[in-house]
């Protein structure tokens, strides 16, 4: 496991290599992709995690009190206010886990997106925010999980230049001195421009960059059909008991 905390009553997580490919989509043999998930939910003592079938968009579904369909959803972000345990899969492109907190609300409002360069800036946090909020949310954290960093996402010129048009801080340069685009803090910025804190766990974004780290799936470094989760579930009660 990259990464795994509790708050307020709920985990919070971020696969690594180690649980294996998590994604049914990319080519892997679909019952071994169930199994792992399986193990992993086990691991976490989750239940069932609902994913979503990704697609660089902006859409957000609400799982809250819906069977396991054979098919998951096509959307970017999912929400539930039931505590359905969610999921995320990515590989270079930015995860993110959203907890929200209402008003005497028996369970937390649960939230991730896939926040890929598109996503991001055609506003898939964003609706993901609002999503919760429409939904009671009045505190929301989040986590930004292992993603490639400013430093080593080379995009050409003028995809850099349309960037930063469309959100502006988003261009970089680099580490090599070519063009870029900064994600990690791109994403910060439009949350925290919506009110929401973010856990300083992953503030160090050389250190959750997926492309230095063998430890993470890397498209860029290796056109991997591995893919990580990023994936928020209530805890049990007797864990706080």
Not at 13 to 41: Q, Y
Not at 111 to 135: F, I, P, T
């Amino acid at each position: 496991m990259w990464f795994r905390t509790e708050h307020d009553a709920v985990g919070v997580a971020f696969t690594s290599v180690a649980e294996g490919n998590l994604a049914a989509h990319t080519g892997d043999e679909p019952a071994e992709v169930a199994r792992r998930r399986r193990d992993l939910e086990r691991v976490l003592g989750s239940g069932p995690v609902r994913y979503v079938r990704q697609v660089h968009g902006t859409e957000v579904v609400d799982v809250t009190a819906t069977d396991v369909p054979d098919t998951a959803p096509e959307a970017d972000a999912a929400v539930s206010t039931d505590g359905t345990p969610l999921g995320i899969l990515t590989a270079d492109c930015l995860p993110v886990v959203l907890v929200g907190r209402g008003e005497g609300g028996p369970a937390p409002l649960l939230g991730v997106a896939h926040a890929g360069r598109r996503g991001l800036l055609d506003g898939v946090l964003q609706n993901a925010v609002h999503a919760l909020r429409e939904r009671g949310a009045r505190e929301v954290t989040a986590w930004i999980g292992p993603a490639v960093c400013g430093s080593c996402y080379e995009v050409p010129e003028a995809m850099a230049q349309d960037a930063e048009r469309s959100l502006p801080g988003i261009a970089t340069t680099t580490s090599w001195g070519t063009p870029g685009l900064d994600l990690p803090a791109a994403a910060r910025a439009v949350l925290e421009a919506h009110g929401v804190r973010i856990d300083p766990a992953c503030d160090d974004r050389r250190a959750w960059c997926t492309l230095e780290h063998p430890d993470l799936f890397s498209y860029r470094r290796g056109a991997t059909p591995g893919r990580i989760a990023g994936l928020v579930w209530p805890l049990a009660r007797k864990e706080h008991a």
